[in-house]
């Protein structure tokens, strides 16, 4: 039992343990220099940021949602400016949102982040904005009228590592992959469906601030169709031509993300396919050589000591 208390004790003062309490008049918004780190796995980019962060003289917090009891008031600590990077999205949106409503800056907000998260709508905001995007039909389960080529893939309007994506081949096959999912999970229903681009390679932007710093061309690995490094995908670092460049960040503008990983396929023309609110860096960097924590710890500096809404 003292053996557990010791190991407890040196556990919280070596990662900051925040509560959250239901107590009025306890928030703070004021940014204080201090830069919270938001996770709940800490992966090799969250350590990187952490250890960039405090190389350059930065107050910063790391904070475990696991540790988090959410209340309605703000937090009883000041969290300065508050950096998410939750592997969940869904988490990452919730928690931006509360610490928003109770005016605590997040990088990204909220409100950004939850767009970003649903790829049909951050589609067609984006097309809205003039933007070139991937043609996309969002199809609800039922019967789909709409004229597609095949292969095409379908997809969940919310999600990453290229989970629950499907390669279709016929209008039947699609109809039968719909029934099945609607029968799995009714929230499964709402997918998106994507014309098939040439093999499958995209291409990663990785935008700070409103510049694009590094870019990466993705490949899939034998036998399968998708891209994504996580999955086993082959990166390369490659140069970032002026309309990628451009592209990305206008659509991180329009979008309202101070950063992002905006990604794009390539067949007739420029297309964005998705963006990315809370984009890994591990391949980028290790495909590129351009230090992403680095520039983004500056970022964050420099946002923290300017305030962001």
Same mark, same amino acid.
């Given at each position: 039992?003292?053996?557990?208390?010791?190991?407890?004790?040196?556990?919280?003062?070596?990662?900051?343990?925040?509560?959250?309490?239901?107590?009025?008049?306890?928030?703070?918004?004021?940014?204080?220099?201090?830069?919270?780190?938001?996770?709940?796995?800490?992966?090799?980019?969250?350590?990187?940021?952490?250890?960039?962060?405090?190389?350059?003289?930065?107050?910063?917090?790391?904070?475990?949602?696991?540790?988090?009891?959410?209340?309605?008031?703000?937090?009883?600590? #000041?969290? &300065? $400016?508050? +950096?998410?990077?939750? /592997?969940?999205? !869904?988490?990452?949106?919730?928690? @931006?949102?509360?610490?928003?409503?109770?005016?605590?800056?997040?990088?990204?907000?909220?409100?950004?982040?939850?767009?970003?998260?649903?790829?049909?709508?951050?589609?067609?905001?984006?097309? #809205?904005? &003039? $933007?070139? +995007?991937?043609?996309? /039909?969002?199809? !609800?389960?039922?019967?789909?009228? @709409?004229?597609?080529?095949?292969?095409?893939?379908?997809?969940?309007?919310?999600?990453?590592?290229?989970?629950?994506?499907?390669?279709?081949?016929?209008?039947?096959?699609?109809?039968?992959?719909?029934?099945?999912?609607?029968?799995?999970?009714?929230?499964?229903?709402?997918?998106?469906?994507?014309?098939?681009?040439?093999?499958?390679?995209?291409?990663?932007?990785?935008?700070?601030?409103?510049?694009?710093?590094?870019?990466?061309?993705?490949?899939?690995?034998?036998?399968?169709?998708?891209?994504?490094?996580?999955?086993?995908?082959?990166?390369?670092?490659?140069?970032?031509?002026?309309?990628?460049?451009?592209?990305?960040?206008?659509?991180?503008?329009?979008?309202?993300?101070?950063?992002?990983?905006?990604?794009?396929?390539?067949?007739?023309?420029?297309?964005?396919?998705?963006?990315?609110?809370?984009?890994?860096?591990?391949?980028?960097?290790?495909?590129?050589?351009?230090?992403?924590?680095?520039?983004?710890?500056?970022?964050?500096?420099?946002?923290?000591?300017?305030?962001?809404?």
């Amino acid at each position: 039992m003292l053996l557990w208390a010791l190991r407890e004790g040196l556990r919280r003062l070596c990662w900051t343990k925040i509560f959250i309490f239901k107590r009025a008049g306890t928030g703070g918004s004021d940014l204080d220099g201090t830069i919270s780190i938001i996770y709940d796995a800490a992966r090799q980019e969250e350590k990187l940021l952490i250890r960039e962060l405090s190389r350059r003289g930065a107050s910063v917090r790391p904070v475990n949602l696991d540790d988090v009891e959410l209340g309605l008031d703000g937090p009883p600590e #000041r969290l &300065g $400016l508050a +950096v998410m990077r939750p /592997v969940s999205h !869904m988490k990452a949106i919730l928690i @931006a949102r509360m610490l928003n409503i109770t005016g605590i800056p997040t990088i990204n907000s909220g409100e950004s982040m939850e767009l970003s998260w649903n790829k049909a709508l951050s589609l067609a905001v984006l097309r #809205r904005a &003039g $933007l070139p +995007v991937t043609p996309s /039909v969002l199809v !609800m389960g039922g019967g789909v009228k @709409a004229d597609v080529d095949y292969p095409a893939i379908l997809k969940p309007i919310q999600g990453s590592w290229g989970r629950m994506a499907s390669m279709v081949w016929s209008r039947d096959e699609l109809s039968l992959i719909l029934r099945h999912r609607s029968a799995m999970d009714p929230h499964a229903r709402p997918a998106l469906l994507q014309p098939f681009i040439g093999d499958g390679t995209d291409y990663r932007v990785f935008v700070i601030g409103g510049e694009a710093v590094a870019g990466m061309r993705r490949r899939p690995p034998s036998g399968d169709w998708r891209s994504n490094v996580a999955r086993g995908g082959k990166a390369e670092a490659v140069r970032v031509d002026r309309d990628m460049g451009e592209a990305a960040a206008r659509a991180a503008e329009v979008l309202g993300l101070e950063y992002a990983g905006v990604d794009f396929l390539i067949g007739d023309g420029l297309m964005i396919n998705e963006v990315n609110a809370v984009p890994e860096f591990k391949g980028l960097m290790q495909s590129t050589g351009v230090d992403v924590p680095g520039l983004l710890a500056d970022y964050l500096i420099e946002a923290a000591k300017r305030g962001v809404n």
